[in-house]
């Protein structure tokens, strides 16, 4: 089952936008999935979410 999505306005500083596009440009993911997958990694390293096993965004996390 997919996990819910929610639309949500980030105001983020000019220069930190275009540090995350190119990490993004370099990966292989948009923006938005950039930033999810961040996010995702320091709620995981924090202890605050399990880790889920989701692929969604992480090239290097898909199977062939």
Do not use: C, F
């Amino acid at each position: 089952m997919a996990a819910e999505k929610k639309a949500y306005p980030l105001r983020i500083n000019a220069e930190v936008l275009d540090a995350v596009q190119r990490w993004a440009d370099d990966e292989l993911r948009s923006v938005n999935a950039q930033i999810e997958y961040v996010l995702r990694e320091a709620l995981r390293k924090a202890g605050r979410i399990k880790h889920t096993g989701s692929t969604v965004g992480d090239p290097e996390q898909k199977s062939s």
